[in-house]
C-alpha cells in the first residue's frame, strides 16, 4: 500500500535543507455579524474566492469563502544555499468560511475552518484545489502534490451538508498514487452510513496488480463537522 505519511519525512528533509523557518500564524476569530459579507474579513486578510449560495433553506444569500491572509512577513525568500521549488514561497495562511444572509440585510458568520492547510514547503503545490457547490452544501478538495523528493501524489475530497444547524462532513475521500508505478490505494468514508471502502489497485496497463475493494463499518465517529477541522490532508491518516 502506498504510504502517503512518507510526506511528512519529505517535509523535514527540504525545510531542514534550506534552513526554512515557517512563521507561527494565530487564526483570527471573524465576527458573528456584519453589514456586509466584506465586513467579517478582518484586517489582513482578502478574499480569494466567493461563491453564492442557499445552505439553510430561507431564500436569502448564503456565501462561502475562501479569506487568504496577506503578511509580507509570510512570504519567504528564496534561501542561499537551497533553490529547489518556487520561491518566493506564500506562506500564508488560508480560512474557508461559510456566512448567512440575514433578513433586512447583512450577514451572520455561519463558521470558519482551517481545513485547507499552509504551503510550507516550495517543491509543494498549492494544496487547495477545488471548491464547489452542491444542494445545501459543498465540496472541498485537496491536492498534496511535490514537484522533487516525493514520488506519490494524494487528493482528498470532502463532502459538507448543513445539516442540524452545522456544516457535517458526510463523505470523504482519499487517494494516494505512486507516479513511478501507478499502484495506489484510496479510501471513501461515508459518514451518514458508517461504512468505508478501501481499495487497492494500478492505474498503469504494464502492472498486473489486482484491483481490491473491501467493505467494512468505519471505526471513528461518525459526526465531524468542517469547523473542526484543521490540516485537511491529514485526516485519517494514521
Not at 20 to 27: E, F, G, K, L, R
Amino acid at each position: 500500500m502506498v504510504r502517503a505519511s512518507l510526506a511528512v519525512a519529505v517535509l523535514l528533509t527540504l525545510t531542514g535543507a534550506g534552513a526554512i523557518t515557517v512563521p507561527p500564524v494565530t487564526s483570527p476569530r471573524l465576527p458573528a455579524t456584519g453589514s456586509s459579507v466584506p465586513a467579517l474579513v478582518p484586517s489582513g486578510w482578502v478574499i480569494e474566492q466567493r461563491l453564492s449560495a442557499e445552505f439553510n433553506g430561507d431564500r436569502l444569500p448564503d456565501t462561502l469563502l475562501v479569506l487568504h491572509m496577506n503578511s509580507p512577513r509570510n512570504v519567504l525568500p528564496e534561501p542561499q544555499d537551497f533553490a529547489l521549488g518556487a520561491w518566493p514561497l506564500n506562506n500564508n495562511p488560508r480560512l474557508l468560511m461559510a456566512a448567512f444572509g440575514q433578513r433586512g440585510g447583512g450577514s451572520r458568520l455561519a463558521f470558519q475552518s482551517r481545513v485547507i492547510p499552509r504551503c510550507e514547503v516550495a517543491t509543494m503545490d498549492d494544496p487547495l484545489a477545488g471548491l464547489t457547490l452542491r444542494p445545501g452544501g459543498f465540496t472541498l478538495r485537496l491536492t498534496e502534490l511535490f514537484s522533487a523528493g516525493l514520488w506519490t501524489e494524494s487528493s482528498v475530497q470532502f463532502t459538507v451538508r448543513f445539516q442540524d444547524g452545522c456544516f457535517r462532513v458526510i463523505g470523504y475521500d482519499r487517494t494516494t498514487q505512486a507516479r513511478s508505478s501507478g499502484l495506489y490505494d484510496a479510501l471513501s468514508v461515508n459518514f451518514l452510513t458508517g461504512q468505508q471502502k478501501v481499495m487497492t489497485g494500478c492505474w498503469s496497463a504494464d502492472t498486473n496488480a489486482p484491483r481490491q475493494e473491501r467493505w467494512s463499518a468505519y471505526p471513528g465517529a461518525r459526526r465531524v463537522y468542517i469547523q473542526a477541522m484543521a490540516g485537511g490532508l491529514r485526516f485519517l491518516r494514521d
